[in-house]
Nanobody
Framework: VQLQASGGGLVQAGGTLRLSCTAS??????VGWFRQAPGKEREFVAA????????YYAASVKGRFTISRDNAKNAAYLQMNSLKPEDTALYYCAAGDRLITSTIRSAPAYDYWGQGTQVTVSS
């Protein structure tokens, strides 16, 4: 499975962006978004787990970001509202088939990764 992330860009603080992640061959059971700012480690942002339909968010984005997916389009989305300068990072989508609650926030648990899309929020 190859993943393609898109939708990043430059936006002012308080603005919105919608990131998309499309899979080349099939819908994925579990999908996550991670981000990495310059000089920092990659961090978890949000995830969707097919079993039970649960969503998970980092505390820093909860209430502002929403993860969703469209199996018919082999796609997942990250709606980002009320963006802040500290949200500036390279955003990656990832997918995995065997994620559980205890691992879904962990980058090494994912099997497939997209190439990243840059989000820059100006103050």
């Amino acid at each position: 499975v190859q993943l393609q992330a898109s939708g990043g860009g430059l936006v002012q603080a308080g603005g919105t962006l919608r990131l998309s992640c499309t899979a080349s061959t099939r819908a994925f059971n579990n999908v996550g978004w991670f981000r990495q700012a310059p000089g920092k480690e990659r961090e978890f942002v949000a995830a969707f787990r097919r079993s039970g339909g649960y969503t998970y968010y980092a505390a820093s984005v909860k209430g502002r970001f929403t993860i969703s997916r469209d199996n018919a389009k082999n796609a997942a989305y990250l709606q980002m509202n009320s963006l802040k300068p500290e949200d500036t990072a390279l955003y990656y989508c990832a997918a995995g088939d065997r994620l559980i609650t205890s691992t879904i926030r962990s980058a090494p648990a994912y099997d497939y990764w997209g190439q990243g899309t840059q989000v820059t929020v100006s103050s």
